[in-house]
């Protein structure tokens, strides 16, 4: 299968900061991922679409200003969570397919703690 | 709206017993996804259905696809101890919406 990572995949950050997440995929190029977040003990939750060389599609109810997606190239996708606040604090996965499966393969995710 | 229900929320079983989880959708489904994911780790695929009423097996989890393409179930025979972990449904091919998800836990 392909293989997707994540960085960093912790993170511990003051209120107001701003943190970068990168989501990569390693073997194979992807023009679309997801981005998801899962707060403790609940399922994941769309939060967008990141979108190769064209904005990304943000779910209805996610700050698209605060969630910041950047698309930059096929095998690279980074969320911005901007002026970060406890309420933040989440796991934060992102997920890449290609034509060859019919599944999305997921990162490891970053756990994002503010305080 | 757009959810997969998925029951029960939480199991806890002896090893040995067996595990089943259920999924329904309002509308019918294309197809629906089944993930596992691990306390602490990320979801994994374990497979896909498509079809109507398709049944399919991997080693001691069996999957269903309803006739009508609106439910699905996942079934775990003789539960081990490396079975723990949540279990999701999830419709969409790409773009995944997924069930609440059953926490799977065992006694040894």
């Known amino acids: 299968g392909a293989v997707v990572s994540q960085h960093p995949s912790r993170v511990i950050c003051k209120s107001g900061t701003s943190v970068k997440i990168e989501c990569r995929s390693l073997?194979?190029?992807?023009?679309?991922m997801f981005w998801y977040r899962q707060f403790p003990k609940q399922s994941l939750m769309l939060m967008a679409t990141?979108?190769?060389?064209?904005?990304?599609?943000?779910e209805q109810g996610v700050e698209k200003d605060k969630f910041l997606i950047n698309h930059a190239s096929l095998t690279l996708s980074t969320l911005t969570v901007t002026s970060a606040h406890p309420e933040d604090s989440s796991f934060y996965i992102c997920s890449a397919g290609t034509t060859a499966y019919n599944e999305q393969f997921f990162g490891p995710g970053t756990r994002l703690t503010v305080l | 709206g757009q959810q997969v229900m998925q029951i029960p929320q939480y199991q806890h079983v002896q090893e040995g017993e067996d595990f089943t989880t259920y999924c329904n959708s309002s509308t019918t489904l294309s197809n629906i996804q089944w993930y596992k994911q691990r306390p602490g780790g990320h979801p994994v695929f374990l497979i896909q259905?498509?079809?109507?009423?398709e049944v399919k097996k991997q080693k001691r989890l069996t999957f269903q696809f309803g006739e009508a393409k609106k439910n699905s179930s996942l079934h775990i025979t003789a539960t081990q101890t490396t079975d723990v972990g949540t279990y999701f449904c999830a419709k969409g091919a790409q773009k995944l919406v997924f069930g609440q998800g059953t926490r799977l836990t065992i006694n040894p």
């Open positions: 259905l498509v079809k109507s009423g």
């Open positions: 073997d194979f190029q992807a023009t679309t």
């Open positions: 990141s979108n190769e060389g064209s904005k990304a599609t943000y």
